[in-house]
């Protein structure tokens, strides 16, 4: 029984129902049930035969009692802001009933110093921002509406409903037909509810993908489904939820869009990750000391257990919250939020102990290689390649990464500071123009210089997660005169050695003597020179006299760029980083590589370190059609190398072909490998890896790994081996031979196991 997992189970009620349940309190909740409900009392969002349910949650659940107090207490301060009063006198009012005549006073006093004076306008501050104050005066209106004479009550909706109309339908959806949607509601206007409920679902729609990601970017995800004055948006599904509408909790995209939200739109230490408009101020997860300011991300279990676990690390890990302090406000709507009806009888609670940062993950449009140690200092690196549509504030960053490590953000996309804003530090202007529409303001692959022409690309095709070498690809061929392939391997630390990443670029121009440009954006103020056109170091400091970039964490954190392909010229170009108020001065590199028969292969390390994180030793390699480079951390040696795929190459006792080999030794002795291509093999007597008729993605350590296939006939070589396991399932032996095994691959993902006579 789990049931702020499981939302057909009441586990952590019925345990705190268990424990606490005295005997005078079992009578008073007993009573609360037996006592007929107010004649007339019975509103058409929120219905009365709840309040017994809620009453005995608020007694025998230390949550919700704690919601209780704090509705009560919210109410006494008398006035404040409307969610404030609406919610908390409306939520006192149904818990507190022998005090409600104080509860519909303050309400209605708000409704004629606010809501009647309110102005809407065509704005998003005048439009999206107030529409959450209409939606808590709505249900606040709905419970108290039998209590008021026809005067008032006309008076009240007359306002309410004037206001609601007033609202824009065509611009921050779905804030205006959402509320419209919820008025129907309440004057039990079915066929206009009904219209409206469809185009809800298509505005509600159109703010993610099917994976989860949401085209306006991480930074508006956030603002716009866990933000507490965003209601209209984030909470209207679960009032339709609570009122048996039961399609929005169980809908696929809704799902994947929280786990993303809780899971990925911001690295493992809280701050964002730097796609589309997003801002730079802090870390999103509003919590006013104990208490958590956001309701939505207290019920991200109405999604799913991961989505849960995920922002339990938001609240734990990132906000600092601890399970004994931590609070809900006494909202209506929050309470709705969490315990749900009584017919369904799925309360929710929190539990901080059950915080877990989200994995690796790979999404159609985004991806994510996450450190494999539970900490706010992992290493997180993503890349954003969106398929499809797109929203006004995504960017122009197709295939752009971002990376943060070590408790910072350590290389930035351009952000946003409001629409039309230029940002000035330090005597330097970076305009409007320059930031939100010209790629090179991200960390992107341009060809010839020319800034994308679209703002999203082809989404990531393939990739290999849950090992100590992960790996995805994302592609671009809209956005560019050409074709893109961006290939990311994160080395995890293992085997005593710290994690960093690989990235190799694969580019097929349109134009014979193209030239490709790959900017890096480090966030800091200097980028120096370790060794030119090969190696760049940056350390994330403020510097002197200037007010950025934002530091999180008392780490000396630094990144090593190294360039395992030499490019024909390095640039260090400047642009003012945006961070709301801290603004800074930057330096950025622009890397220009030359093209052979319009293509380029380009391989560039970023080892991210601190001062309890020692960067490798890097060493570039230029072997044939092959370059990389040799990364040594004291016994441990790895290779990392590049191609167009179609040479085969050598490097002491490995030989391989592929456009990507990553191997690692341990004193001389192979420990594991990845390979996207269609050979690998080391040693020499009895050599380790394989060889396939079509190009794979191939990760082996000892003789467990996974592969990445389109379908295609694959040899397996390792000491002794007598067959292959897929997903635990024996595969049909083509050939064999003294250590080698010969197997048909379908098309997808498997985990693979060899079967040896060691075994």
């Keep these: 029984m789990m049931c702020r997992k499981q939302l057909n189970a009441t586990c952590r009620f019925e345990r705190h129902f268990a424990a606490s349940m005295s005997l005078n309190v079992f009578l008073a909740s007993f009573i609360y049930l037996i006592l007929p409900l107010p004649h007339g009392f019975a509103g058409t ?33 008398g006035d404040g802001e409307t969610r404030d009063v609406m919610g908390a006198n409306a939520l006192a009012y149904i818990l507190d009933p022998a005090n409600k005549s104080k509860y519909i006073d303050a309400i209605k006093k708000k409704f004629e110093t606010r809501i009647r004076t309110m102005k809407i306008g065509t704005g998003a501050a005048t439009s999206s921002v107030p529409s959450h104050e209409l ?104 009032l339709m939820e609570y009122m048996g509408y039961n399609e929005y909790f169980s809908n696929p995209g809704l799902r994947n869009l929280h786990e993303f939200m809780y899971g990925y739109a911001s690295a493992p230490f809280g701050a964002n990750m730097f796609y589309g408009d997003t801002r730079g101020s802090g870390i999103p997860w509003a919590i006013n000391r104990s208490e958590i300011s956001t309701p939505t ?140 529409f010209n790629s090179e303001s991200g960390n992107v692959l341009m060809v010839d210089g020319e800034k994308h022409s679209s703002k999203f690309g082809n989404g990531i095709t393939e990739g290999i997660v849950g090992t100590d070498i992960e790996y995805f690809r994302a592609s671009n061929k809209t956005a560019i005169k050409g074709e893109h392939f961006r290939d990311v391997v994160f080395v995890q630390a293992a085997d005593g050695a710290n994690g960093y990443y690989v990235v190799m670029d694969h580019v097929t121009a349109d134009a014979p003597g193209a030239e490709i440009n790959i900017v890096w954006h480090p966030n800091t103020a200097i980028v120096k020179t370790v060794e030119d056109k090969k190696h760049y170091r940056s350390e994330l400091k403020v510097k002197e006299g200037a007010s950025g970039p934002v530091l999180y964490s008392k780490n000396k954190v630094s990144l090593d760029t190294f360039l395992g392909t030499t490019p024909s010229s390095v640039e260090k170009k400047e642009m003012v980083n945006q961070m709301r108020g801290r603004h800074y001065r930057a330096e950025y590199l622009y890397n220009t590589y030359p093209t052979a028969n319009q293509k380029a ?11 309890d994180h020692a960067i490798g030793d890097m060493t570039q390699i230029i072997s044939g059609a092959y370059s990389g480079c040799r990364i040594t951390q004291g016994s441990v040696e790895d290779v990392a190398l590049t191609s167009g795929g179609t040479a085969s190459g050598t490097n002491e006792t490995e030989s391989f072909q592929g456009v990507n080999v990553v191997y690692r030794k341990l004193a001389g002795e192979l420990v594991s490998y990845f390979a996207k291509g269609q050979s690998f093999q080391s040693g020499q007597d009895i050599p380790t890896g394989f060889q396939a008729d079509e190009p794979v993605a191939v990760y082996m350590k000892g003789p467990m790994g996974k592969i990445s296939s389109s379908g295609t006939l694959a040899t397996f070589y390792y000491p002794g081996i007598s067959a292959v396991l897929l997903d635990g399932n024996t595969v049909p032996t083509v050939g064999a031979g003294p250590n080698w095994s010969q197997i048909q691959i379908p098309e997808g993902n498997f985990d693979v196991e060899f079967i040896t006579t060691n075994r």
Excluded: C
Aim: charged share 25%.
């Design 45 to 77: 969002i929120i219905d009365t035969a709840d309040y017994p349910y809620w009453r005995k949650l608020a007694l025998t659940s230390e949550m919700y009692g704690a919601m209780k107090n704090s509705a009560i207490t919210i109410a006494n301060r």
């Design 135 to 238: 939606l808590h005066a709505l249900l606040a209106l709905d419970v108290i509406r039998d209590e008021l004479d026809e005067k008032d009550l006309a008076s009240y909706e007359y306002d309410l409903k004037d206001k609601i109309f007033k609202l824009v339908t065509t611009r921050w959806k779905p804030h205006g037909i959402a509320m419209r949607m919820m008025w129907y509601k309440y004057a039990n206007d079915a066929a206009n509810f009904a219209a409206a409920k469809e185009q809800y679902d298509k505005d509600l729609a159109i703010h993610f993908f099917p994976d989860g990601y949401s085209p306006a970017g991480n930074g508006y995800v956030i603002g716009r489904f866990n933000h507490i004055g965003r209601g209209a948006k984030n909470s209207v599904f679960d």
């Design 297 to 436: 991300i207290a019920r991200a279990a109405r999604f799913s257990e991961d989505a849960y676990k995920w922002a339990m690390w938001k609240l734990k890990e990132q906000a600092g919250l601890s399970q004994g302090a931590a609070t809900l406000p006494g909202y209506l709507l929050s309470y709705v939020m969490m315990a749900g009806s009584a017919s369904k009888n799925t309360p929710i609670e929190i539990d901080l102990n059950d915080a877990e940062m989200a994995p690796s993950r790979i999404f159609d449009n985004y991806a994510a290689l996450i450190g494999n140690i539970q900490s706010k200092d992992a290493l997180y690196l993503s890349v954003l390649s969106m398929t499809e549509k797109v929203d006004w504030h995504a960017q122009y960053e197709a295939n752009s990464i971002g990376l943060s490590g070590y408790g910072e953000r350590i290389l930035r996309n351009s952000g946003y500071d409001g629409p039309d804003n230029d940002v000035s530090a330090e005597g330097l202007t970076s305009s409007w123009d320059f930031i939100k």
């Design 601 to 611: 292969d380009i391989l560039t390390l970023l080892f991210p370190g601190d001062q």
